[in-house]
């Protein structure tokens, strides 16, 4: 069973930093974050492939980085520039061949 384990959310102003992270429990595939508000599903914040590959949602492009540690099973969520409109329970998601694994969540709060 893999487990997840995030770190690093917290209350920030509007043009602040974040960094969250996520440690695995062992070798994972593939590593995203994702984001959630209260009435509204789930949507992917950034991802980085097995390879390296990245992808991004439009909203964050410019102002988040995510990286990852192969070595240590983490990945991280560099934001950048945060807006309000960031506030939002952030989780990790990691996969393992075709099994999927979410972390317990963290919350991030931008204050205008």
């Known amino acids: 069973q893999v487990q997840l384990v995030e770190s690093g959310g917290g209350l920030v102003q509007a043009g602040g930093s974040l960094r969250l992270s996520c440690a695995a429990s062992?070798?994972?595939?593939?590593m995203g974050w994702f984001r959630q508000t209260p009435g509204k599903q789930r949507e992917l914040v950034a991802h980085?492939?097995?390879?390296?590959?990245?992808i991004y949602t439009d909203s964050v492009k410019g102002r988040f980085t995510i990286s990852r540690d192969y070595t240590k099973n983490t990945v991280d969520l560099q934001m950048n520039s945060l807006k309000p409109e960031d506030t939002a329970v952030y989780y990790c998601?990691?996969?393992?061949?075709?099994?999927?694994?979410w972390g317990q969540g963290t919350q991030v709060t931008v204050s205008s």
């Open positions: 062992f070798s994972i595939d593939s």
């Open positions: 998601r990691a996969t393992v061949r075709v099994n999927i694994y």
């Open positions: 980085v492939t097995s390879g390296g590959s990245t």
